[in-house]
């Protein structure tokens, strides 16, 4: 089966636009487009800052991160607090379902710790097996979307806006990678999927998950993680190699 997700059939099954962008009344930012939905969702970006002022009035204020992921992805729950526990991605049991509450009480999942040890998850004889924290994914909303800042990066993006556009691309990229990874291996499986995903101290992604209305979950690996960023490094470097024969061939075309 050819694993390669062109652009074109991502576009045309979930409606969104190869071009990437995010735009605000300060600041653009545009991706470069790539020839297939992987460049598309590891793609480097080139960036322009330009303060806009008229006469009499204040310099108009860059949005927030938060604003700018509910405008695109409308019912995102939002939450500040240190979601790097390894129990996210060891645990069955942790509940994954809360993320996509707007209202719940981050602190039960930042203090959450295991009792016992962890339960099953899987199926035996033909019948699903799964705790109850897992079933409860069954009442997420279908194409629900979950963002976990820690307090660190929401202070910084406060004090810097060009980093909150630099986290929007990380979180951007990421739904747009899980998407096409497993659209990869089964074609339609991603529709009505649900992804929740949790940014570091540094900035990073620490934590992922998926799951279906079903209540089926799909968490994180380290190594699928790290794989991802080698991903988003290979291609980096790739352009930066590009640029640079191209500029070596104006010199050359010049001279």
């Known amino acids: 089966m050819n694993n390669t997700i062109q652009s074109s059939y991502y576009a045309g099954l979930y409606g969104i636009n190869a071009n990437l962008s995010i735009n605000s009344g300060k600041k653009s930012h545009t991706t470069v487009t790539g020839t297939n939905f992987y ?6 970006t080139a960036r322009s800052t330009d303060s806009i002022r008229t006469e009499n009035v204040d310099e ?9 992921l509910k405008a695109k992805y409308p019912g995102l729950a939002y939450h500040v607090f240190d979601a790097s526990t390894s129990y996210w991605r060891t645990r069955n ?14 602190s039960v999942l930042e203090n959450w710790r295991p009792v016992g040890e ?10 699903f097996i799964a705790p109850k924290e897992i079933h409860a994914l069954g009442s997420v909303p279908p194409g629900s979307k979950a963002v976990v800042i820690h307090p660190d990066v ?3 993006m406060e004090e810097d806006p060009d980093y909150a556009y630099e986290i929007m691309e990380t979180i951007d990229n990421w739904f747009a990678y899980d998407i096409a990874r497993n659209e990869a291996v089964m074609p339609g ?3 009505g999927m649900s992804q929740a995903v949790a940014i ?14 079903g209540g089926t979950l799909t968490k994180s690996s380290d190594e699928m993680v790290q794989a991802y960023y080698r ?10 190699w590009l640029e640079q024969d191209y500029m070596r061939e104006l010199i050359f075309k010049a001279e």
């Open 39 to 44: 460049d598309m969702a590891v793609q480097t």
């Open 60 to 68: 108009i204020k860059a949005p927030s991160l938060e604003n700018m």
């Open 93 to 106: 049991d942790y509940p994954h379902y809360m993320l996509y509450d707007q209202n719940c009480d981050v």
């Open 118 to 127: 962890n339960p099953f998850y899987g199926s035996i004889d033909g019948k």
């Open 154 to 156: 929401q202070k910084r």
């Open 189 to 191: 499986h991603t529709v």
């Open 200 to 213: 570091g101290k540094d900035g990073t992604i620490v934590n992922a998950a998926a799951s279906k209305s």
């Open 231 to 240: 991903r988003l490094k290979k291609r980096a470097e790739f352009y930066h």
